[in-house]
């Protein structure tokens, strides 16, 4: 966020540029809004969609990325390369650094929810230290998937890749429960690749169906890790904003195990509590995926909540001058 903040000219390959990609994170307003942007992108009716471009070309990214490169003269970009280089080693080891020290989630001015939330579970993991833990343990070439929620947009922090096609996401659209069944197909089109599923405890129940049928021998095994804080975390966090917490059907059922459920399904289910057994379950987890097993690891968190996905598309509701109550009458013949 950091460097992109910098930038006189965006090339924009291949992504829609849409408004999670974009929109303030971390406090920091990153998106350069006087850069100039060059979006490639196969789907013409992409180009300029959320942001005003000053070049647009339709095309396979990776074909006209080579195109490109091809017109260059082979010392373009030489002047100043090395304090460029620099500049960015030291900023991403930086925030490699503050996220290590991240343990929880601040409260907005006039809001104590996560305050309240730590108190309430002082001894269970935060989303951030369940994310450190996990990534303690998850190979550098495995294929992960996330679904939506506030504790799969925490993590979207964590995790680096060396190649692509590693990380599966839900995308603007939305669709609760995409974590298990993403990870499924990928280790089906990579089964000799770890793949490893993320999803909140309200996400994974819309797809949780899934674990009656993998278990059957023609089933490749995966690995699946669950948030468990029992709630709707996303949910949740607009309305600690936006409505001063009066929640409305954001609580998970307390007496359900999801653990248990993999077990009685033929599966693998471990609970864990800590960031030393979480660590220790995914790495015991991943190397029985590569013998066939296959486990579901439900991690016991507090209820603290990071960034609302869009903090520019609510705002507090206002009082409508001259509604009362007492003004209400029953309709007649309805």
Known sequence: MELIAKADVVLALGTRLNPFSTLPGYGIDYWPKDAAIIQVDLNPDRIGLTKPVAVGIVGDAGKVADAILAKLAPDAGDAGRE???????????AWAQQLSSMDHEDDDPGTTWNARARDAKPDWMSPRMAWRAIQSALPKEAIISSDIGNNCAIGNAYPSFEAGRKYLAPGLFGPCGYGLP?????????????????????AFGISMNEMTAIGRKQWPAITMVIFRNYQWGAEKRNTTLWFDDNFVGTELNEGVSYAAIANACGLKGVQVQTMGDLTAALDSAIKAQAQGETTFIEALIN????????????????????????????QIGV
């Open 303 to 330: 209820q603290e909540l990071g960034e609302p996905f869009r903090r520019d598309a609510m705002k507090k509701p206002v009082g409508v001058a001259g509604i009362s109550a007492d003004d209400m009458r029953p």
């Open 182 to 202: 993403a990870i499924m197909g990928a280790k089906i089109a990579q089964p000799d690749m770890p793949v490893v599923g993320f999803a909140g405890d309200g």
């Open 83 to 93: 304090s460029r280089r620099a500049l960015i080693g030291q900023t991403k080891s």
